[in-house]
């Protein structure tokens, strides 16, 4: 029976997937910043650990307490949506930390048991911002750009060890906690020159005629997790599947 370590599992993308394996008869490591057991029902393969993958100590300790795992999800994420001449570079810095940084620390961590073992896989979430250029998330695209030139890079040289690394580019999912949790974070971002343009930007947002829901990003990550080709990208929801058909 395989074992799944997701990230970020207290709510969206990462919760949803975190039931999907579980249903499908996986052990399931559910991880989350600070844990709250109820959301998941309580059963066997499920355990939920603490973990904040901006700090060294958790992540290690997390890792030692989930024992082998063969599939890895990097999925906590944090958002930020707002003009970048007005944000902060402590902001900046802060959605690098989790969105890149978090993700590359616990790549890291996890690659000497994948390599000893000959097997393991790594699944980075990142987005269709780095598809097509959105306007008003510059920093965020830049954090999760990142990510893709590191996993493309990564695949290469991990493919001699039978460890495969690969990509979730979900969508624009407005059901998820990922606005409210960025909502503080994004406070004064909008400033006066940019406030007509930002409106209509939000508009086309609301007129989205398809969206990303959580149930697709967890079957993305399922069929990312069973398919043995070597496919590195794996576009989640209706609007990221119709994205590179229309380019
Ligand atoms: N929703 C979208 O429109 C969208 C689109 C494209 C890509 N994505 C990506 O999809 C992933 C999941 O997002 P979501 O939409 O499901 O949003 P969400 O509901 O806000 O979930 C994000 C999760 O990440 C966790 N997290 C944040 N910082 C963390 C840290 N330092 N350590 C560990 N966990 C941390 C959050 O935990 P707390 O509850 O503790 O904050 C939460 O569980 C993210 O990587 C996001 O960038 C989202």
Redesign the pocket.
Known sequence: MKTILI?????????ETARLFHAKGWNVVA????PRPEILAHADRLRVLP????RSASVQHALELAGPIDVLVN?????LFGAFEATPMDTVREVF???TF?TMAMTQAVLPQFRTRRSGLVIN?????TMVPFPLVAAYTAS?TAIEGFTESLALELAQFDVRVKLIE?????S???AA?GGERMQGLIPGPYMAYAQSIFATFGAAAAV?T?AA?AEAVWHAANDPAATLRYPAGDDAIALPQAR
């Open positions: 990230t970020g599992c207290s709510s969206g993308y990462g919760l991880t989350m910043r600070t973990l904040d993958v901006t999925n906590a994420g944090i958002g930390e989790t969105n978090g979430v990142t987005s269709t911002a999760k979900p969508g624009y999912g407005p998820t906690r990922f949790n990303t959580e990003v």
